[in-house]
């Protein structure tokens, strides 16, 4: 005998008398159901007592049940990772690599992490906590990085003219 029964997304679903209380995944949602106990009674508009069983064709609503790891095509997915996060963290690393330009990219590696930041504290939740934290971080130091070369440039002495500031530029980049 067979049971029908509905998945909450609207698709009709059926399975064997033996299956019942039995997990099941949905083919069009993927969500995981309990096989309702309520089989196909035998013969289609026959005049015999049915004893409470469901008559052929008509379709009973599925209960829901929790997760079940062993259905891959129903898992939960993890929450997004923020990509402001990655950007902070991302710029945090590559900033100390880029000589003056480390103070633009220690500023955007903050302002990057404090969105982030505020991302994860909101709903629905977001992952990258750390990484922002990390990013704001080594933006601060990218930013002290980069004061260090500004005053390794300027603070060696008047240069005597603009030829001599920008040499000194090129020879710190390169």
Known sequence: MEVQFKC???????????????????????????VPGVPVAAGIGGQHDHG??????EVVEAATR?????????????AAVSGMAVASLVLGVVGPFLSILSIVA??????????????????????????????IMLGTVDML????????????????????VICNLVSLLY
């Not at 039995?22 to 309990?34: D, P, Y």
């Not at 300027?154 to 240069?159: D, E, V, Y």
Request: contains cysteine.
């Open 66 to 78: 929790s997760w079940v790891a062993s259905h891959p095509a129903a898992a939960e997915r993890p």
């Open 106 to 135: 220690g500023i955007l590696a903050i302002v990057f992490g404090v969105v982030a930041l505020r991302a994860t504290s909101s709903s629905p939740p977001v992952r990258g906590r750390g990484m922002a934290i990390a990013g």
């Open 52 to 57: 409470g069983m469901q008559e052929a064709g």
């Open 8 to 34: 909450p997304c609207g698709e009709v679903l059926s399975a064997h008398e033996q299956d019942i209380n039995e997990t099941i995944a949905c083919h069009k949602c993927g969500r995981v159901l309990v």
């Open 145 to 164: 990085l980069g004061g260090a070369f500004l005053l390794a440039i300027f603070g060696t002495g008047a240069p005597e003219d603009s030829l001599d």
